[in-house]
Structure formats: structure tokens, C-alpha cells
């Protein structure tokens, strides 16, 4: 009979970490690496419409939307696709 509640607890234990602070680390993570991505796409976004508006003042590029160009551009770079309005690797 210890036997079984010792297993029990063991158990009961190993689903209450389960459902809770292992989850809670992972969903960190996923949080964390979005927060990331939406970073380096803003950054790079900036980068493209600088380079893109010196391109147009020295007349060497012909500027379409450069808003939605610059971000198609940096999702291809950093291999990331927008969805539910957030940047995700295409690695997942």
C-alpha cells in the first residue's frame, strides 16, 4: 500500500510540474523569441526604407511602396512570415 501512494505522488508530481512550470518556461520562450523577431524586423525594416529613400534622392532606384517592399524584403532576409500579427521563423 506505500508502495502505491509513493508511485501516486510521484506521479501527481510529475503532472503538476508538467502543467505548470515547464509549460510556463516554454511559453516564455515562444513569447520571448517573438518579441525577438518583431525586433530584428523593425530594424531592418528602418535600414530598408533609409537605404531605399538615398536610393530615390540620388535617383538611383525607382521607389515604389517602400512600407510594404522593405517588409517583404526583411521577411525574406530573416526567413520569417507574418502570422496572426506576429513575425515567426519559417523554421517551426
Not at 4 to 26: C, M, N, R, T
Not at 65 to 82: I, P, V
Request: hydrophobic share 40%; glycine share 8%; aromatic share 8%.
Amino acid at each position: 500500500m506505500s508502495k502505491l501512494i509513493f508511485y501516486l505522488a510521484i506521479v501527481g508530481l510529475a503532472y503538476w510540474y508538467w502543467s505548470g512550470p515547464y509549460q510556463e518556461s516554454k511559453d516564455t520562450r515562444e513569447i520571448d523569441a517573438l518579441k525577438e523577431n518583431a525586433a530584428i524586423m523593425q530594424r531592418c525594416i528602418k535600414q530598408e526604407e533609409r537605404m531605399q529613400a538615398a536610393g530615390a534622392l540620388a535617383g538611383v532606384a525607382d521607389v515604389g511602396d517602400t512600407g510594404t517592399d522593405a517588409e517583404r524584403l526583411c521577411a525574406q532576409k530573416n526567413n520569417l512570415h507574418l502570422q496572426d500579427g506576429e513575425w515567426h521563423s519559417n523554421q517551426d
